[in-house]
C-alpha cells in the first residue's frame, strides 16, 4: 500500500516496512489524519480509515456498501469467483442480506456452536500429543494450521475420508504459490465440485451438521438458493479456517514475546476468555475490513470521500489508537478490549464469532497446559509473516518445550 498524493497525507509507504511492522506504519498514518488516498491492495486509488471511531463508525453505516456493484466504473471488481462461490454475505447489502444472514442464523446457532466445543478440545490434544515427544515444532503447519479445518469438517459434516483434499484444496487458496498459479484455479474447481456432491449428500441423507441445517431452513417459503449455500459453505470453509489459524498464531506469538503476561495467564485462567478479546485486538487477523463502497459522497473524519471510491477501513491502525485504547501498543490481559472491531461490527459482524472465540480459547488453553516450558525456538527478526495486506499472519512458529 502506497500512501499519495491528497491531503493529508503522509510520504509514501515502503509496502516491505508494511509488511513487516504494521502498526508503525499505520500509527504514522494515524497521526497525520485521519483519512488518506492511497494505492489499494490491487493498485487502484482507495482511501484508508485510520482512526478508531471512523472506522467503527464506518462499519455500520449503510452507506458504505459491500456490494462491488457500487463501484466506480474502472475500479474495483475483486476476485474472479464463479457466481456459485460469489453470493455470499461479505458482497451482499440489505435486503439480500439481512434475508441471507436470517436463514443461516436459524441453523448456525449458538447451540451448534456449543456442540463443538468437545470436539475442538479433543482435536487440540490430539495434535499436541502427535508433537510432544518431538520437543520443538512448528506450531502453525501441525497445529494453529490443521486444528481449524478439522473443526470446519466437523461443522459441515464433511466425511473423515474427504478431509485430506478438502484441506489441500483450502491450502492452495489461502496460500497460493506464485510459481503455480494455476493450483489456485483448480482448487477452485475442485471445491465447486465438492460442495455440489455434498450438498447432493446431505439432501438425500441428512445429518445433525451445518449443510444438513442451511438446506433445511425455511422462513415460510423462503430458502437459501444452491448458489447461496455453495458460497456459504465457501465462505464459513474460508473464513472459518483463515482467520483462526492466524488468531491462534498471533496470539501464541504476543505471548510468548511477553513472559510477564504469558506468566499472569498460566497463574489465571479465569483470563483466558478476556486474553483472546485483548490479542484479537493488539494483532488480530485482518489488518483492513473488507472493502466498502459509499453509495453517496460521504464526509468521514472531516474528509468527504466521494460515491463509488474504494474505502479500506484499517483495524489495525484503530485497535492501536489511543484515543480509544490507553497505551494500545502494549499487551495488557487485563485490559476490557471490548469494542475491538477484530470481528466486525454492525449487521455485518461475523457469523462464526462465536466459533472462533471458542477455538481461540481452547488451543491457547490447551497448549498451555501441556507445555509449560514453551519458549520461541527462532530469532524474533527471523519471524516470516504472509506477504499480504488483507491478512496478518505467520508462516511458520517455531517453539521448543
Same mark, same amino acid.
Do not use: Q
Given at each position: 500500500m502506497d500512501a499519495?498524493?491528497?491531503?493529508?497525507?503522509?510520504?509514501?509507504?515502503?509496502?516491505?516496512?508494511?509488511?513487516a511492522d504494521p502498526y508503525a506504519v499505520y500509527a504514522r498514518l494515524r497521526e497525520a489524519g485521519p483519512v488518506h488516498r492511497v494505492a489499494g491492495t490491487d493498485g487502484l486509488p482507495a482511501w484508508l480509515v485510520t482512526r478508531y471511531e471512523d472506522v467503527r463508525q464506518a462499519l455500520a453505516d449503510p452507506r458504505f456498501s459491500l456490494d462491488k456493484a457500487h463501484a466506480k466504473p474502472g475500479g474495483y471488481r475483486g476476485f474472479a469467483l464463479p457466481p456459485a462461490l460469489d453470493a455470499n454475505l461479505l458482497n451482499m447489502d440489505p435486503p439480500d442480506h439481512t434475508r441471507v444472514r436470517r436463514l443461516v442464523s436459524q441453523a448456525f446457532t449458538p447451540r451448534r456452536v456449543a456442540l463443538l466445543r468437545e470436539p475442538v478440545r479433543r482435536t487440540a490434544d490430539s495434535l499436541l500429543d502427535a508433537i510432544a515427544p518431538l520437543g520443538r515444532a512448528d506450531l502453525i503447519a501441525a497445529y494453529a494450521g490443521p486444528l481449524p479445518i478439522v473443526v470446519i469438517c466437523e461443522l459441515l459434516g464433511v466425511a473423515e475420508e474427504d478431509r485430506p483434499d478438502f484441506r489441500s484444496w483450502t491450502d492452495a487458496l489461502v496460500v497460493p504459490d506464485p510459481a503455480r498459479p494455476e493450483r489456485t484455479k483448480?482448487?477452485?474447481g475442485a471445491l465447486l465440485g465438492f460442495f455440489a456432491r455434498l450438498l447432493a449428500r446431505k439432501r438425500a441423507e441428512?445429518?445433525?451438521?451445518?449443510?444438513?441445517?442451511?438446506?433445511?431452513?425455511?422462513?415460510?417459503?423462503?430458502?437459501l438458493s444452491e448458489d447461496e449455500l455453495m458460497s456459504l459453505v465457501f465462505l464459513i470453509l474460508f473464513a472459518g479456517y483463515e482467520n483462526v489459524v492466524h488468531l491462534i498464531g498471533n496470539a501464541t506469538l504476543a505471548l510468548l514475546r511477553d513472559p510477564a503476561q504469558l506468566a499472569a495467564l498460566r497463574a489465571d485462567r479465569t483470563l483466558l476468555g478476556p486474553a483472546v478479546e485483548e490479542l484479537a485486538r493488539y494483532d488480530g487477523p485482518a489488518p483492513l475490513a473488507i472493502r466498502r463502497f459509499p453509495t453517496e459522497d460521504v464526509t468521514l473524519g472531516g474528509?468527504?470521500?466521494?460515491?463509488?471510491?474504494?474505502?479500506?477501513?484499517?483495524?489495525?491502525?484503530?485497535?492501536?489508537d489511543p484515543r480509544r485504547f490507553p497505551d494500545p501498543d502494549?499487551?495488557?490481559?487485563?485490559?476490557?478490549?471490548?469494542?475491538?472491531? #477484530? +470481528? &466486525?461490527?454492525?449487521?455485518?459482524?461475523?457469523? !462464526?464469532?462465536? /466459533?472462533?472465540?471458542?477455538?481461540?480459547?481452547? #488451543? +491457547? &488453553?490447551?497448549?498451555?497446559?501441556?507445555?509449560? !516450558?514453551?519458549? /520461541?525456538?527462532?530469532?524474533v527478526d527471523q519471524l516470516s509473516w504472509r506477504p499480504s495486506?488483507?491478512?496478518?499472519?505467520?508462516?511458520? /512458529?517455531?517453539?521448543?518445550?
Open positions: 499519495r498524493t491528497t491531503p493529508p497525507g503522509p510520504a509514501a509507504v515502503d509496502p516491505v516496512e508494511l509488511l483448480e482448487a477452485v441428512p445429518a445433525d451438521d451445518l449443510v444438513s441445517a442451511m438446506i433445511a431452513v425455511r422462513d415460510e417459503e423462503d430458502r474528509v468527504t470521500v466521494p460515491a463509488g471510491e474504494t474505502v479500506l477501513l484499517s483495524l489495525a491502525a484503530a485497535h492501536r502494549r499487551l495488557d490481559l487485563g485490559r476490557d478490549a471490548t469494542g475491538h472491531l #477484530a +470481528l &466486525g461490527h454492525g449487521i455485518h459482524y461475523c457469523l !462464526g464469532a462465536p /466459533l472462533a472465540r471458542l477455538e481461540t480459547e481452547i #488451543a +491457547l &488453553g490447551a497448549l498451555l497446559d501441556r507445555f509449560p !516450558g514453551l519458549e /520461541l525456538d527462532m530469532p495486506m488483507r491478512t496478518r499472519g505467520l508462516l511458520a /512458529l517455531h517453539v521448543r518445550y
